[in-house]
């Protein structure tokens, strides 16, 4: 397929470098437009306030790239109205440091926002996450989001799964069907590793940001928050705490109640 490439954590994440040689290998032709810097956490947001820059670069992907000083929405806008040179089939998103899962955190992605727009535009879209482990996620930040030895060997696995269900499910999700699914991948990730269809769990997440300093500021922070999910049907995050691939199909149409 014919398939743009954004995420969250910025052109720089070997997360996202990952992903596209995966894509890559798989044989989809690609085009890559993704964040200058980190955009973790900004939602569906779009960059109003300012003008939004966008440049041409060559990070050695082996495909046309583009960076953009603005959201991961700001980048899909902007790649399929200017961008680039024809249509694609669909937009693939991550894959993200950390997990996508539940209600809390798919709302606050960039990386599940980022698939989302191009929903937006018509195309199926998708979005892709690695669970890791709290201190590894630290780690990672602190030393731009260089995974090394078994997250590496785990990481590869995941980006080829994520090569495969994008040529998969890409194909069969209608276009204009405001639909997006939403994938995350266990830590450690095994190529035997069974995908299970899920929903976005009930979570509630408080207390996100620790009182305020000496100077009136407030840093976000993790908190464990409360799970609040039936037991039935099986949920993203219970799924990927057992050790399999969460799919989440999630269909924007059924937003609300009549």
Not at 115 to 120: H, Q, R, T, V
Not at 143 to 148: D, F, K, N
Not at 227 to 252: K, R, T
Request: with cysteine; glycine share 10%; charged share 15%.
């Amino acid at each position: 397929m014919k398939l743009l490439v954004t995420n969250d954590d910025g052109i720089g994440s070997p997360f996202l470098h990952e992903l596209i040689h995966a894509l890559r290998a798989a044989g989809h032709e690609l085009y890559v437009v993704a964040p200058a810097s980190e955009q973790s956490w900004t939602g569906a947001s779009k960059t109003r306030s300012r003008p939004v820059k966008s440049a041409a670069v060559d990070r050695g992907l082996g495909c046309p790239t583009w960076i953009v000083d603005g959201t991961p929405s700001d980048c899909v806008n902007i790649a399929l109205a200017h961008l680039l040179p024809g249509k694609v089939e669909g937009v693939v998103s991550g894959i993200n440091v950390g997990f996508n899962c539940t209600l809390a955190f798919i709302i606050a992605s960039g990386t599940v926002a980022g698939a989302w727009e191009g929903a937006l535009h018509g195309l199926p879209a998708m979005a892709v996450s690695q669970d890791v482990a709290e201190e590894t996620y630290y780690r990672l930040k602190e030393h731009g989001g260089v995974p090394e030895g078994e997250l590496l060997a785990t990481l590869k696995i995941s980006a080829a799964h994520a090569a495969r269900l994008a040529g998969e499910l890409l194909s069969a999700t209608p276009p204009r069907s405001f639909t997006v699914h939403n994938v995350n991948f266990p830590h450690p990730c095994q190529p035997g590793t069974v995908v299970k269809r899920t929903v976005p769990a009930h979570f509630f997440a408080p207390g996100l940001f620790t009182p305020a300093d000496d100077q009136g500021r407030h840093q976000l922070i993790w908190t464990e928050g409360e799970n609040v999910s039936p037991a039935e049907p099986l949920n993203d995050l219970a799924c990927v705490e057992a050790g399999f691939i969460s799919h989440s199909v999630l269909d924007y149409r059924k937003l609300g109640h009549s």
